[in-house]
């Protein structure tokens, strides 16, 4: 009998812990309003993140107010391209940082981190100067976008 009260509530506790609820983190409606239009290309896909991957778009969408607009525009433009990754395309640029990251030499990181620290201390303005340009423009492209354009006039036969 002992043994039969034992295997039920083994059983028990074991579909209880099935059915228990895993800790997701936030819902998508607990999130405030600024949080959710800086995180707007996460809508469909926040059920299914983690909550470690929640805590960090959230952590990303409190810098959101102090961005400047082109700022806003990019991240909002780097959500949407990660959005449409593929499992196993995020998972390859998950392994690519990494890898970056573990083959910097050790004495090296020391150099490195001192650097990215007096970049972060630039003023904004200062910073955009480190900017590099999306793609490279030929210079006789970059001469003819310069141009101003020329206004054309509307053709009236009366006034030639």
Not at 6 to 25: H, N, V
Not at 91 to 112: C, F, G, H, N
């Amino acid at each position: 009998m002992r043994a039969l009260l034992a295997a039920a509530l083994l059983a028990l506790a074991a579909t209880s812990a099935l059915a228990a609820p895993k800790d997701r983190g936030p819902q998508w409606a607990s999130l405030n309003a600024d949080q959710q239009v800086a995180l707007a290309p996460l809508q469909h896909d926040w059920p299914r993140l983690s909550k470690e991957q929640k805590v960090k778009w959230i952590g990303i969408a409190k810098r959101y107010p102090e961005m400047k607009p082109e700022e806003r525009k990019r991240a909002q433009a780097r959500m949407q391209a990660w959005v449409k990754l593929t499992p196993e395309q995020r998972m390859q640029a998950r392994e690519q940082y990494r890898s970056i990251a573990t083959k910097v030499a050790p004495d090296r990181k020391e150099e490195l981190r001192r650097y990215w620290a007096e970049y972060q201390s630039l003023p904004a303005h200062e910073r955009r100067m480190f900017d590099v340009p999306p793609t490279y423009v030929k210079p006789a492209e970059r001469r003819q976008r310069a141009k101003p354009a020329q206004k054309q006039r509307d053709y009236n036969p009366a006034f030639p």
